[in-house]
């Protein structure tokens, strides 16, 4: 069974840090990228980032680059999310999903937009002024 849960979420003041981690069962990393999104109330869902373990290639929106870092730990199967400098717009329910394949076609903004699926359960970040 295809299983990626997500841990990690919290309450933080602004300019802190959280690491997010995505835990996954019943498929290899090196064969699905991994990516993590966010929504927050009244809010569209947004991609994050994403990984492909295969190749090492990341993808991160604008709204996050430069503060967020993606990485894999194959032998542990879990994806990490490092959040530094944390914002108050940064709050919002977590998820983690899987990609269709491991190539860098699932790396991308589009690819994040159609192509992820098997959803975890989500975990709360919450960022207080």
């Known amino acids: 069974e295809v299983k990626l849960v997500e841990s990690g979420g919290g309450l933080v003041q602004a300019g802190g840090s959280l690491r997010l981690s995505c835990t996954i069962a019943?498929?290899?990393?090196?064969?699905?990228?991994i990516g993590w999104f966010r929504q927050a109330p009244g809010k569209d869902r947004e991609g994050v980032s994403c990984?492909?373990?295969?190749?090492?290639?990341?993808y991160y929106a604008d709204s996050v680059k430069g503060r967020f870092a993606i990485s894999s730990d194959t032998a542990k199967k879990t994806i990490y999310l490092q959040m530094n400098s944390l914002k108050p717009e940064d709050t919002a329910v977590y998820y983690c999903?899987?990609?269709?394949?491991?190539?860098?076609?699932?790396?991308?903004?589009?690819?994040?937009?159609?192509?992820?699926?098997?959803w975890g359960q989500g975990t709360q970040v919450t960022v207080s002024s």
């Open positions: 019943g498929f290899s990393l090196d064969d699905y990228a």
């Open positions: 990984i492909s373990s295969l190749d090492g290639g990341t």
């Open positions: 999903a899987r990609g269709g394949g491991s190539s860098r076609a699932w790396i991308n903004a589009d690819a994040m937009k159609w192509g992820y699926d098997n």
